[in-house]
């Protein structure tokens, strides 16, 4: 099955790591005449293993069924953090705060020092979605134009809804439903704040 998925993997033009390496994405297209669009982006820290896991078997799965919807997979969003084993790109900034949300400008840096006392780990970067990797996410969301993503990560298990209010939330014991809030430079905050487009978080338990 993964032969397969590798065999339909895309590369959009600009799709690549601040060292070079392809930021690959998978399509796959429903049957269904009302089918939604999902985007499901993985591994945007690359130190969040148990998030590659999940993108790698929603791709071997999306082989094996006639989906409801219409799916787009970015398995690894930030590969030189992969390879790197860090959570933050090659320049060492985290791609999760680096895209252009309009108080980046005003409130990213200052956000960061007061909050995370200037944790390296959460640095917004040097210029609203300044980074190659954010780039590339752009022009994704702008090709695909989903109407729902889903952003995985590791390690605080629990399910994060940046999105409408939900009139109830299905329960899963496995995830607990909690909020995390959003951040300037966050994906919650640029795309449900300021575009209207439902993100779901999902923190899995590291394994």
Not at 65 to 76: C, F, G, L, Q
Not at 107 to 112: F, G, L, Q, V
Not at 165 to 190: A, V
């Amino acid at each position: 099955a993964l032969d397969q998925v590798c065999e339909k993997v895309q590369q959009t033009e600009g799709c690549k790591s601040a060292s070079g390496e392809p930021i690959f994405h998978s399509d796959y297209a429903s049957k269904q005449p009302n089918a939604k669009k999902i985007l499901v982006i993985s591994l945007i820290h690359g130190d969040e293993t148990g998030a590659g896991s999940l993108g790698r078997f929603w791709l071997e799965r999306l082989q094996k069924v006639d989906a409801r919807n219409s799916w787009r997979i970015i398995p690894v969003a930030n590969p030189d953090g992969v390879n790197k084993k860090t959570r933050t790109n090659a320049n060492g900034i985290d791609l999760n705060r680096n895209f252009p949300t309009v108080d980046w400008s005003t409130d990213a840096i200052k956000y960061w020092e007061k909050s995370t006392q200037k944790n390296p780990r959460r640095f917004p970067g040097y210029a609203a979605g300044g980074e190659v990797e954010t780039q590339c996410l752009m022009k994704q969301l702008d090709d695909y134009k989903p109407d729902f993503v889903v952003s995985i990560h590791t390690p605080l298990k629990v399910l994060d809804f940046d999105g409408p209010k939900m009139k109830k939330k299905i329960p899963y014991s496995y995830l607990p439903w909690k909020s995390l809030g959003n951040f300037p430079g966050s994906l919650g905050r640029y795309l449900w704040v300021e575009r209207q487009t439902p993100v779901l978080t999902t923190e899995l338990r590291e394994t």
